[in-house]
């Protein structure tokens, strides 16, 4: 669907539950994507399979989930998503995953996020996205500004993570922004 320099964005399929029921059932892995919010994981084959037959039926202008494959292997890595579209305001909130542990620290969700980035500035002609992390996920935090995101605020201490508090980042980045990069 997308190719970037290390990513490809295609379709979610249904055998994609396999590999996100083996993410969100790794503490790893939910402890960076979820901040280790207990409703992200663990999860039964079940309730995977109900989730993805959600996903899968939902129109492109509510939401759209993506796999991400690396390229050189052509490996399901990740997921990468957007919801909350709306196209009267022109905003839409994105969210990324990288599930395989040997892939994290090589810029391969960055690669994903600026594909998406394209696509819904371009296809979508948005005005504004957004997303967010925990003020503990240095490594989102360094690749969100690197892509041009900008911090505009924070939920003080409302993170709660292995009884220590976080707060909640979140990140914006405008089309004029992505357009003309300072």
């Known amino acids: ?14 055998e994609d539950a396999e590999h996100h029921l083996r993410w969100r059932n790794d503490p790893e892995v939910v402890r960076w994507a979820a901040a280790g919010d207990p409703s992200f994981g663990p ?6 399979g109900i989730a993805f037959g959600t996903m ?7 939401s759209a ?3 991400v494959e690396d390229l050189a292997s052509g490996r399901v890595i990740g997921m990468a998503d957007f919801r909350d579209l709306d196209p009267y305001a022109g905003v839409a909130t994105l969210g990324i995953t990288i599930g395989e ?14 594909l998406l980035i394209g696509h819904l500035f371009g296809a979508y002609g948005l005005s504004r996205l957004e997303l967010d992390t925990w003020s503990g996920n ?13 911090e505009e605020g924070r939920r003080r201490s409302a993170v709660l993570m292995e ?4 707060d909640s980042v979140l990140f914006g980045m405008l089309r004029e922004e992505w357009a003309n990069p300072a």
Do not use: N, Q
């Not at 669907?1 to 249904?14: D, I, N, Q, T, Y």
């Not at 999860?43 to 995977?48: G, K, L, P, Q």
């Open 56 to 62: 899968l039926r939902l129109s492109p202008r509510e």
């Open 65 to 67: 989930v993506f796999t």
């Open 101 to 114: 542990r040997e892939f994290w620290g090589r810029g391969h969700g960055s690669d994903a996020l600026r």
């Open 138 to 150: 240095e490594r989102a935090v360094r690749a969100f500004a690197g892509l041009g995101f900008r």
């Open 1 to 14: 669907m997308f190719e970037g320099k290390s990513v490809r964005l295609r379709a979610l399929r249904a």
């Open 163 to 166: 009884g220590r508090r976080y």
């Open 43 to 48: 999860v039964t084959a079940e309730a995977v």
